[in-house]
Structure formats: C-alpha cells, structure tokens
C-alpha cells in the first residue's frame, strides 16, 4: 500500500545540543493503526510534536498525501489533515461538550455562538464514528473514558484524516479501554490513519497493525504486529531481554505504620471526595489502591501527604497524628513520596538534575558540614544514582527541565527512593517511563517491602497494582467499593466493574476483610 505520511530523514537538535531525533523515518500507510514505542528520552514525542507543528525538524521531510508539508503550527497540521489527543486532555471543564467540540472553529449567528448548530455537528460527527456522547453534557460530569472519546471528535470534527494518541489508555478500566479500541479500529476501517503512542504493550499487540520502534533518537526497525511478541519489541527498545512479570515473595507484615480511621475529606468546593474511609497499611506490606480518575484517590493521598488539610477522622503516621504536620515534619517522620504530578509537586525544573535529587537530603552532615557543602559527595551519589536509575542525561548537572518527561519521573524515583523511609507513598510511579525502567521501579519497590518499608502504590495501570499489592482497596464514589487481601483471585475485568461501581462489597463485607 502507498505510504499516505512520510517523515523522512527528520533530525531536530535543540540549542543545547542535544540531538532529539537523528535522521528518524517513519511513514504510515492510509488506514491502519501504526505503534511507535521506545525508551523515555527516545525522541518519540519530539517527533509527534514536529509532525503536529509544534516543534520544526532542523532537517529532513515531512510528506503527506506525496506532498512536501511546512507544518509552523499546530493550525498548519489541523490544515494538513492532522490531529493530537495529548495525554492531559485539553478541556474547560465547566463548558459543554459541545462547545468543547466546537473551540477554535465556533459557529456564530451573527456575533453570537450558535449553540444549536454547535450540538447539530457535534451529534453528527458522533453518530458519523460511532460515539455515543450527550453534546449538551458539561465536560466536569463525565468520565474520563468520555473525555477521552471528546478529545478525539475535537480532533474529527476538524477533517482530521492522522490521529496521534499519547499514551490514551493511562487511565482507564478495562471495560473504558475495550470500548475506546473498538471505535479506534472503527477509525481505522473509515480510512483514519492513528499513530498510536504507549508503554503498554499488551495493548500495541492487541490494537496495532505495526510498530516502529526507535531508540536514542534513531529508527531501530518497523515490524507487522504479528510477526513480533512483547518480548520482542521490549528488546528492540532497550537492547536487553526485559521480564515483564515481576517476582514477589509473599509478605511477611508486621506492625501498622500508617492509620486511617473515618477520614472525610471535602474539596474547596465544599463537595465531598472521600466519605468516611477507614484502612491502614503495614511494614512489610504494599497495599494497592485503584479506581477511576476522580473518585477520591488524588484527595486521599493530598491529605496523607501533606499537601492538603482534613477536618474529619484522623491519620496517624507512626503512632502520631498527622493534621497538623507540616510536609517537613511528615518527611522527617519517616514518609516520602512519590506525586502524580511529577511537574507541579515532584520537582524544581529550573533546577538541575543534582540538585533536584539532594533537594530533601541537603541538610545531612554527609552533604553538609556547616559553612560549605560536600560537592565532591553530592557529585558521587548523583552520579550513581542517575546510572542507578536509568536517567537518560548528559550529566547530573544537565537542567530538569530539558529532560523529557520519563526522565523527569526517574529523577523524582531516584530521590525519594534513596531517602531512608518508614512509608513510601507512590502515586503513578512508572507512569510515562519505559518498559526497562519500570521493572526497575517495580523490583526496588518490592525489594523496599521486603526490607519493611509500608508502601501505598496508586496505580492507573490494573496490571501494575495487581501484580505488586498484597492487599488492593477500590475507590468508587469517595468510599472503599472493595477490599481485596488475596489479589491473585481477582481478574482485570472484575476489578474494572468494582472501579465503575458496577459491582461493590458490602460494608460489613469490607470491614471485615480490612480487621482480618
């Protein structure tokens, strides 16, 4: 079949020179799904974002349709036929579907939006693929599943005929998941070419037509699905045999290190995000805590952590209540922590890689001895650390900020993980880092449990949280849905039904797995 893009010979070198991407080809053909997997730091999003004129290639082509494009902006590439869904989804949350839908391209009657024929071509173009969306439904009450789907109408109302996904399933259940690759292949079967972008690469082989793979910058090789395992294309990205399944002796707990007794928590709205809770977490234990975006799970660790307040129940750290700790004060009484938002809360990105991972460790007499810090020391455990864990860099000194984005989350895994700890909070711990990096973090997590650090792990990756908890609460609605203490019995499915509410254990039921 004829190549319908072609991205050939594409090289983009930043001022600081570091070379992105290295005379990269690409092409996919009218039609199919087409992977492109590779470690952080590999140059894959570097790449989508020239081809969606974010960013301009300092040398090479980029052909769509036999044509030579100049794409300078993102209304170029919506133009030339091109869409993006990224992966924090670009939304006003207080405005409808609809107008969501219809942002750069709004309908008027006269110099008024016209809500009317807004909803009319909204509800056309869902019909047109298969989505089933309310147009008049405001953006803040739907699911994230559904907001995924209106980021990609915002993408098909505009004649997109290429769709780029970044990494589109990271929080959704299975069941939101399924839905989602069933309309994509609908997509692809219409005549929309999808470049589909993931670590998840049980879902590259269940969706995917072909894969590139690329590595350092560079094209390592295209390869039909069929023709190669997970295994496989994990190899190709980081050179070495990667094991998928990690292996974890049963855990051995012992004394409660963290509390939670009837904790509500409100948001500044005044609205209730957690009802009532009541769990606590172990030395020697990695207690699982799953559900869908926005079901509490973000407000339960902001008040665990520090980063914000509670006025109902209590949270008791190591025999000490927690209310009015500063994050100092958490931090030295043994808890560290890995946030969700690496950007906002997991880093100083004007700060360079060194500093950001002594940053809570800099008042130690072996960094500090007074008047003058101990460089020659700092450098040492920098250095170690960055080989350690796999951050892709020029050296330690290299800025946060120039990092991608995995490079960035290894950096805040590096910092917590080295801090002596009694409890590790990890919010997403392995979201946006490569298949190599992630057996990284998983093992030394379970090595961590082993050593009797308590852990809480809230994962949006079902395999993650299943495959390293011991025991795995279930949000839904702000309250406890289900309490699971042998993990093993349960299934992606089932646990996607309680995360949607679908099913749910009774309080007695729960209370009594959480005191057994």
């Keep these: 079949m004829e190549n319908y893009l072609v991205m050939q010979d594409v090289t983009k070198i930043y001022n600081n020179g570091i070379i992105a991407n290295d005379k ?34 300092d040398e090479g082509k980029i052909i769509i349709k036999g044509k030579d494009m100049k ?49 009319r071509r909204t509800k056309e173009c869902c019909e047109k693929y298969g989505f089933e969306i309310n147009p008049k439904a405001e953006i803040q ?54 470049i589909f972008i993931s670590h998840k690469l049980n879902e590259v082989k269940e969706l995917c037509d072909r894969v590139t793979v690329i590595k350092k910058g560079k094209t390592i090789g295209v390869w039909n699905i069929k023709d190669v395992t997970e295994a496989d294309i994990s190899r190709y990205m980081v050179g070495v045999d990667v094991d998928l399944n990690i292996p974890k002796a049963p855990a051995q707990p012992k004394e409660n290190v963290l509390t939670v007794k009837n904790l509500t928590v409100y948001n500044e709205a005044g609205k209730k ?60 009484h043994g808890m560290v922590h890995i946030p969700e938002d690496r950007n906002l809360y997991g880093c100083a990105r004007t700060m360079s890689i060194k500093d950001n991972m002594v940053a809570d460790k800099i008042h130690k007499d072996e960094y500090n001895s007074g008047l003058f810090l101990n460089e020659k020391k700092i450098k040492e455990d920098t250095d170690r650390w960055v080989d350690e864990y796999l951050v892709l860099c020029d050296s330690g000194e290299q800025l946060v900020g120039m990092l991608s984005g995995g490079n960035v989350q290894k950096v805040v895994v590096a910092r917590e993980f080295t801090s002596p700890s009694k409890l590790l909070i990890s919010d997403q711990p392995t979201r946006g880092i490569d298949v190599g990096a992630a057996e990284f973090v998983r093992k030394k997590m379970v090595e961590m449990r082993d050593a009797g650090e308590a852990i809480i792990l809230v994962s949006a990756d079902l395999a993650e949280v299943m495959s390293l908890s011991d025991s795995l609460i279930v949000m839904h609605g702000g309250k406890i849905n289900g309490y699971f203490k042998d993990v093993k019995s349960l299934t992606e499915e089932d646990l996607g039904f309680y995360m949607l509410g679908v099913k749910h254990m009774s309080e007695e039921e729960i209370k009594g797995a959480l005191h057994e």
Excluded: W
């Excluded at 996919?28 to 989508?48: D, R």
């Excluded at 405005?95 to 939006?113: D, H, R, S, W």
């Excluded at 009541?278 to 079901?295: H, L």
């Design 141 to 194: 009450d739907l699911s994230v599943g559904v907001k995924q789907k209106v980021e990609i109408v915002k993408a098909l109302v505009k004649g997109c005929e290429i769709l780029i996904l970044d990494e589109p399933t990271a929080v959704l259940t299975p069941q939101e998941t399924k839905e989602l690759f069933v309309q994509l292949k609908h997509l692809r079967d219409t005549g929309c070419t999808i």
């Design 24 to 57: 990269v080809n690409f092409s996919a053909v009218k039609g199919e799904i087409h992977a492109i997997c590779g470690e952080n730091g590999a140059g894959k999003t570097t790449l989508m974002k020239m081809l969606f004129g974010i960013e301009q290639p």
């Design 71 to 119: 794409l300078n902006s993102p209304t170029d590439a919506i133009k030339a036929g091109i869409g993006m869904v990224h992966q924090h989804f670009m939304q006003v949350p207080s405005l409808t579907v609809a107008e969501n839908v219809m942002l750069g391209i709004e309908p008027t009657k006269g110099l008024v939006f016209d809500m009317n024929e807004a909803v």
């Design 273 to 332: 995000k957690v009802d009532d809770i009541s769990f606590s977490v172990r030395r020697g234990e990695i207690v699982g805590i799953a559900g869908v975006e926005g079901n509490g799970q973000r407000e339960l660790i902001d008040v665990i952590t520090g980063l914000a307040k509670y006025s109902h129940g209590s949270i008791v750290l190591d025999g000490k209540e927690v209310k009015d700790m500063e994050i100092a004060d958490l931090r030295e």
